[in-house]
């Protein structure tokens, strides 16, 4: 059975780093892309940033390239998406996503998400 | 970059009817489009990938259509269950843009 266990919600006050982890197993870790999709409180969905953990290669949304940092430890089978320093803005759920190659990758299974709540 | 405009944003209908949400992109993108539904405080859920191929599992009630700039998702009798919001998608090797949403009500 695939899944994806994501880390538990977050309370962080604006500035500080936070790192949050997705984790796969049931399948092929290194084979499938991982993907993470925010989604602000009342809003709909944006895709951020994408990574193949068989070679690490990332990509990301032109909106979020240099605000987060993907990364994957493939011999953990956990994905991570990272903030050096928070806004009130980053408040909202971000959901891993596993990404299956069928031509470019469209997102087959969702994990349940990370809440994420930036307040001082 | 590609942009992905979903319509209408929300739609009343009752049980039973035929419903039909589209997507248009602004440039051609092929047929790399996927389709979401989305339950409050729940994961959302692919219903579509490649435009028309329905992901096992999924009730045969969505069926997806389009290519090119035009995509469109219908649900042929409205369940109870199908109250949820919906979202397009286009897909490419570099960019992976959702349409807005379109939130599906009871009438």
């Known amino acids: 059975e695939v899944q994806l266990v994501q880390s538990g919600a977050e309370v962080k006050k604006p500035g500080e780093s936070l790192k949050i982890s997705c984790k796969g197993s049931?399948?092929?870790?290194?084979?499938?892309?991982i993907a993470w999709v925010r989604q602000m409180p009342g809003k709909g969905l944006e895709w951020m940033s994408i990574i193949y953990p068989g070679d690490s290669e990332t990509k990301y949304s032109p909106s979020f390239q240099g605000q987060v940092t993907i990364s994957a430890d493939k011999s953990i089978n956990t994905a991570y998406l990272q903030w050096s320093s928070l806004k009130a803005s980053d408040t909202a759920m971000y959901y891993c996503v596993r990404g299956y190659n069928y031509g470019p990758p469209y997102f087959d299974f969702w994990g349940p998400g990370t809440l994420v709540t930036v307040s001082s | 970059d590609i942009q992905m405009t979903q319509f209408p944003s929300t739609l009343s209908a009752s049980v039973g009817d035929r419903v039909t949400i589209s997507c248009r992109a602004s440039q051609s993108i092929s047929s790399w489009v996927a389709w979401y539904q989305h339950k409050p405080g729940k994961a959302p859920n692919l219903l579509i990938y490649?435009?028309?191929n329905l992901k096992s599992g999924v009730p045969s009630r969505f069926s997806g259509s389009g290519s090119g700039t035009e995509f469109t998702l219908i649900i042929s009798s409205l369940q109870p269950d199908d109250f949820a919001t919906y979202y397009c998608?286009?897909?490419?090797?570099?960019?992976?843009?959702f349409g807005q949403g379109t939130k599906v009500e009871i009438k």
């Open positions: 998608q286009l897909y490419n090797f570099n960019s992976w843009t």
């Open positions: 490649k435009a028309s």
């Open positions: 049931g399948y092929s870790f290194t084979t499938y892309w």
